[in-house]
């Protein structure tokens, strides 16, 4: 293998500059040529290509978001898109692909890899957590320290108001954001997508509620079926008249800032492991760590693998929070 090429696609995540960095350093360490394509699947299309060195990478492993942009890309779901990246990476000589994304770009590698012989590795960024073969995926504990300092803000506030907060926080189809920094930052209750029947829940929460506990905070998983933070607020006040309500939507602040420690650490132990898998044969797969090992899966076992959650951490939420 003599040329690799890496691209950032779907939504960003903290931690992935310092994948692309540990990416591009490992591959030149190893004699290799690594072109980056901009904007993921969708500049691949357009062969907005640069070529990337030592150079191109320093001074990035601090910084969030991602320097060769990303992209959501219509065009990568068509027969005449793939071909088309097909042929762009076969123009320039490539003959492995470094693709560090979440759920979509991995469904976007199974569809490439039907058509091109190029190896292809997944390097799992999104703050979700929501991929099988790895404890931790790229951007996920950076996020939900953003929530837990955001929190912590907010109750500051609503102690001193006796208010309660709805807090909503990112997670269209998992809950794990939500679930771990609610219990990270003392949360009254959690309600994620995974449980069932959560607003009748939490109306009993609240009945059962200590009356000298003025203040609560509520955080709420986007995609939890009670619809999201105004309508737990619109419930809450019927059962509740006398609440002082507030909402906080946390929103894209979550997706940014500078990665944790762990966040670069993880990261780039995944960039260095997706080259040196590359290197040794590997292909079709994502590189993850699982109990502080590395370890190599299937695209089509990585992608959006829910593993039922942990009751324990439910149990303990409820009993902390009383």
Do not use: W
Not at 43 to 54: A, F, K, S, Y
Not at 151 to 168: C, L, Q
């Amino acid at each position: 293998m003599k040329k690799i090429a890496v691209l950032t696609s779907g939504g960003d995540a903290p931690g992935m500059n310092a994948c692309l960095r540990a990416v591009v350093r490992t591959a030149m360490y190893h004699k290799l040529e690594v072109v980056g394509f901009k904007h993921g699947y969708e500049g691949l299309i357009n062969d907005e290509h640069i070529n990337l060195n030592h150079k191109s990478v320093a001074n990035i492993i601090q910084r969030g978001g991602t320097i060769l942009k990303t992209a959501r890309s219509a065009r990568f779901m068509t027969d005449e898109g793939i071909k088309q990246a097909a042929d762009n990476l076969k123009k320039h000589g490539v003959e492995g692909l470094v693709a560090i994304g979440g759920d979509g770009t991995f469904r976007g590698a199974i569809a490439l890899s039907k058509i091109t012989p190029i190896a292809i590795i997944g390097c799992p960024g999104t703050i979700d957590n929501d991929l099988g073969g790895t404890d931790f995926t790229i951007g996920y504990d950076t996020a939900i320290n953003t929530v837990v300092e955001a929190v912590d803000k907010i109750r500051d506030t609503a102690e001193s108001h006796d208010r309660v907060f709805i807090v909503e926080v990112m997670g269209r189809d998992a809950g794990l954001i939500a679930l771990r920094s609610g219990i990270g930052s003392g949360a009254e209750a959690i309600l994620i997508p995974e449980t069932k029947n959560d607003l009748p829940r939490l109306m009993e929460r609240l009945k059962k509620s200590r009356k000298d506990k003025g203040s609560k905070i509520i955080i709420v998983a986007e995609g939890d079926e009670s619809g999201g933070a105004y309508k737990v607020a619109d419930e809450i006040k019927k059962n509740f008249p006398l609440f002082d309500i507030r909402i906080s939507i946390l929103g894209h602040i979550q997706r940014g800032g500078s990665p944790s420690c762990m966040e670069r650490v993880n990261a780039s132990t995944m960039g260095y492991s997706a080259v040196t898998g590359l290197l040794s044969g590997q292909k079709n797969v994502m590189v993850g760590i699982v109990n502080k090992v590395v370890v190599y899966t299937d695209f089509k076992k990585a992608v959006k693998h829910h593993e039922g959650l942990n009751e324990n951490m439910i149990k303990m939420m409820e009993i902390l929070s009383v």
